[in-house]
């Protein structure tokens, strides 16, 4: 049971270039989410999937593209990155009952450079 | 506390003393809060959990109490190990998908 898994672990891109960043979740969890982490801030919500085949933007969405593909895998893509993308990238997954929010699980981020 | 900026406040305890990190939240309406422990370089992990029907909730060696009123939440760690050496940093949620995080304080531990 590996819980949350991101790849790549780290990546260097030149301003212009695209990537895209992989996340899936063995959890069976109906709920995927992206957010980034800068310095001496707290995790900003970039898109989230509430369920398979719906995605919603979130606080800081431009940029980003992403894509649901079933339940385990979610990705991000950036389409053409920018220096203000350099960030650690976190993806995360939950069980959200109803309206009730449960406890949301991280993988241990990507850390992208954007030249 | 939370902090704004590049500049996370800092904790520093004796190994085996009890530690108190302390969380601002900002939205009256939020019922649910979690504590998350974030080691360098590596993701955020679950701590402990509370919903706002309760002021206290006990986890193994940690307590997070609630005070609605003043909107204020705490975490307390028993016996402080150089192993909770870390950033540590609480969420809150109001219902539905969007949860506010913290900055966080960073903990350090003296052997």
């Known amino acids: 049971n590996a819980g949350v898994t991101q790849t790549p672990k780290f990546q260097v891109l030149k301003t212009g270039q695209s990537m895209t960043l992989q996340c899936a979740q063995d959890?069976?969890?109906?709920?995927m989410y992206w957010y980034r982490q800068d310095p001496g801030m707290g995790l900003r919500l970039i898109y989230y999937?509430?369920?398979?085949?719906?995605?919603d933007k979130g606080e800081v969405p431009n940029g980003y593209n992403v894509s649901r593909l079933n339940k385990r895998e979610f990705s991000l893509r950036l389409e053409s990155a920018a220096p203000s993308q350099t960030s650690v990238y976190f993806c995360?997954?939950?069980?959200?009952?109803?309206?009730?929010?449960?406890?949301?699980?991280f993988g241990p981020g990507t850390r992208l450079l954007v030249l | 506390g939370e902090s704004v900026g590049l500049h996370l406040p800092t904790l520093s305890v004796q190994e085996g003393d009890n530690s108190i990190i302390n969380c601002a939240y900002s939205n009256s309406a939020s019922d649910y809060f979690i504590w998350y422990k974030q080691e360098s370089g590596k993701g955020p992990q679950f701590i402990i959990d509370?919903?706002?029907?309760?002021d206290k909730r006990q986890g193994q060696r940690v307590t997070v109490l609630l005070n609605k009123t003043v909107k204020h939440l705490s975490l307390q760690i028993a016996a402080t190990q150089p192993g909770d050496s870390a950033v540590y940093f609480c969420a809150e949620n109001s219902g539905g998908f969007k949860t506010i995080f913290g900055a966080g304080t960073r903990l350090f531990v003296k052997a």
């Open positions: 959890m069976n969890h109906n709920s």
């Open positions: 509370i919903r706002s029907n309760m």
């Open positions: 999937s509430a369920s398979e085949g719906t995605t």
């Open positions: 995360a997954s939950s069980e959200v009952a109803g309206r009730q929010q449960e406890t949301q699980y």
